[in-house]
């Protein structure tokens, strides 16, 4: 390749100081012309090996045909293979600091070979015409704490399948259907954004895509990364967002990924009690590396500049800032002022969030944190970590809790339900009932609900309608919407058929009701990060199991009250107090109707107001009032 450096002293700059945020146009494998010669350009960072060679089906995987040149002192060794094609496998051949020989699929791969196999594959990334123009353009406006979010939470391998073949075993849907059937269902549905789970290449589909080996590529599983971008494309198209699941907290220990990648610990901690989580059997990263930070934070730019996603939902973000997470005595190593916060990853994620948000306004960065780590959603100057949005596990844990219980009891938990009142504004939260709490025995959403089946579906309607009036964006996971009955397993789809039935279509019918109230009312969503969006009418009414409050709308026109009724009991005689002697008007029920019944407020004391009036609350009645 003569003695020209494609790796520069540039880039060799930018990469060691881990701010090179487009680096993977240079690592990795890409199509190029040199001269006159079609081929594709190497490069991998290997910063101990004693040497590397790109080894493939253009030269019969011969590990002496095509070695590399170290570029600098940084560790990139790169090469030109004249005649290497778009579609062929390669691996890195590496001799390792110690003469071990190692053999690496491509970090910074755009594509891999289907599972079992653990090959990357040559592929061009800029071959994609855009049409989603306008959407993206609209994105730089769109600020999650003003305006409405309902998000999807969607396998793509489990949502639908096709009956399986000798060629589609799984019966996986590639991502150009799934776009058109899934596009075609969330805005019939109402809601904003689908969040996928497992895009990133991972070996095992049982780990739903949580244990990574290829961060830069679209799974093969579904299809191409031209495929994938067609999806987000398409998506786009429909006016509906796109969040993908983005796990940089952990790595597999595979033979062909990350870890140990030059003999040495590269991506990782050295030290065992750095460098791994005795729970999951997987790697930590080490955040104080330059190198590796760049690793992680260009890979999130590369999905949402080059795959033109909205945002990305970071996983297991509490197992990164805790040094002792999941750990006993003994396990872990404490910061340099003997505490527990991991300070490499407070840093990675300030410049993450920094970085990511300043380039491209109107995205988001989503933080599953599962603590009481403060200012998780505070901006980075104010010393908080410059997340978006969190997910509100304190909010999801005490709700289903008291779902789950017999309504009998619910007068003792009343305050499960409106703890959360006192630090919704802590932080701008998403409430979410995700994927995890579906599965491992823990029931199907129907299924965690009291009582006999009628029961059940009515519980369900009144647990949605509360989540939905409650201050914070909505995440629902797919299957919940309908009442699935199994819980979720990756292995098959969802039970589609139950559709046939009338309580599950009119679960779905109420859910869709839901979506497009929440969506139609500024109130429900416009004051989300502001206290003065949210009134109790009455927190206080364990006895009946009754909650009633006020959203109100950032215009002060069409607000909304709500009332909840959480047993069994008929209450003909119900009486609301109200925060004005106005004209309320029903736009829902517990059947979905919104027959938009008028109700007069009238100067008759309750809940320690002066006006009030009274509405027959049928049993798990709901009702949601415009004034």
């Known amino acids: 390749m003569g003695e020209k450096l494609q790796f520069t002293e540039l880039d060799q700059y930018l990469f060691g100081q881990g701010t090179h945020y487009d680096v993977y146009r240079k690592l990795g494998a890409h199509p190029e012309k040199q001269g006159k010669k079609e081929g594709v350009y190497f490069a991998v960072w290997a910063p101990n090996a004693q040497a590397v060679s790109v080894i493939g089906e253009f030269n019969d995987w011969n590990e002496q045909a095509a070695p590399m040149k170290k570029a600098g002192p940084i560790g990139v060794f790169e090469t030109f293979v004249p005649g290497a094609k778009i579609g062929q496998l390669y691996k890195f051949f590496i001799v390792g600091m110690n003469g071990e020989h190692i053999y690496k699929a491509d970090p910074y791969a755009n594509e891999a070979e289907l599972r079992p196999g653990t090959a990357s594959r040559i592929t061009d990334i800029g071959d994609y015409k855009w049409k989603d123009t306008t959407w993206m353009k609209n994105r730089q406006k769109f600020d999650e704490t003003k305006d409405a979010m309902a998000i999807y939470e969607v396998h793509p391998g489990s949502w639908m399948k096709h009956p399986a073949t000798e060629e589609n075993e799984k019966g996986f849907f590639n991502y150009r259907e799934l776009a058109v059937k899934l596009a075609q269902y969330v805005k019939d549905m109402g809601y904003t954004h689908v969040e996928l789970m497992g895009i990133a290449e991972h070996p095992f589909d049982g780990s739903w895509g949580y244990q990574v080996t290829g961060y830069y590529a679209p799974t093969s599983r579904y299809g191409t990364p031209q495929d994938f971008k067609y999806l987000v494309d398409y998506l786009h198209r429909q006016k509906i967002g796109v969040i993908l699941d983005w796990v940089p907290a952990h790595f597999p220990k595979d033979a062909h990924g990350l870890a140990n990648f030059d003999g040495t610990a590269v991506y990782e901690h050295a030290d065992p009690r750095q460098g791994e989580h005795p729970d999951w059997g997987t790697k930590i990263y080490n955040y104080g590396r330059p190198e590796v930070k760049n690793f992680l934070i260009a890979n999130a730019l590369f999905w949402i500049e080059e795959c033109h996603v909205d945002g990305l939902r970071v996983d297991a973000v509490a197992s990164m800032l805790y040094l002792d997470y999941g750990k006993n005595d003994g396990q872990w190593v404490a910061n340099k002022y003997g505490g527990n916060q991991n300070l490499e990853a407070i840093e990675f994620f300030k410049h993450l969030n920094t970085v990511v948000l ?11 944190e599962s603590t009481a780590w403060p200012k998780v959603t505070g901006k980075a100057e104010d010393d908080g970590l410059g997340f978006s949005l969190k997910w509100n596990m304190g909010w999801m844990n005490d709700f289903l809790e008291y779902m789950k219980l017999d309504p009998y009891f619910r007068k003792f938990n009343h305050n499960k339900m409106t703890f959360s009142m006192t630090y ?5 939260y998403v409430l979410v009932i995700s994927h995890d709490e579906v599965v491992h025995l823990k029931k199907s959403m129907l299924e965690k609900m009291p009582g006999e089946l009628d029961d059940k579906f009515k519980n369900l309607k009144a647990a949605y309608t509360f989540m939905f009036c409650h201050p914070g964006k909505k995440l629902l996971f797919m299957g919940q919407e309908f009442g699935q009955l199994r819980e979720w397993s990756e292995e098959r789809e969802l039970d589609w058929f139950l559709l046939g039935e ?27 990060t502001d206290p003065s969006g949210f009134e109790w009418i009455n927190a206080d009414d364990g006895d009946r199991s009754i909650y009633s409050f006020v959203r109100k709308s950032p215009t002060k026109r069409n607000n909304l009250l709500v009332v909840c009724n959480f047993t069994p009991v ?8 109200v925060p004005k002697k106005k004209q309320y008007t029903l736009v829902l029920d517990e059947n979905g109707q919104t027959a938009k019944k008028v109700f007069k407020a009238e100067k008759q004391d309750c809940d320690n107001r002066p006006f009030s009036f009274a509405y027959p609350l049928p049993a798990y009645g709901v009702a949601v009032f415009q004034y």
């Open 502 to 528: 009338e309580k599950h279509r009119n679960l779905k019918d109420f859910v869709q009701t839901l979506l497009k109230m929440y969506r139609k009312y500024p109130a429900l969503y416009g004051t989300d």
């Open 358 to 368: 300043g380039r491209n306004h109107g995205t988001v960065m989503i933080a599953e």
């Open 424 to 428: 919704a504004y802590s932080e701008k």
């Open 570 to 577: 008929e209450r003909p005689d119900y009486r609301v107090g």
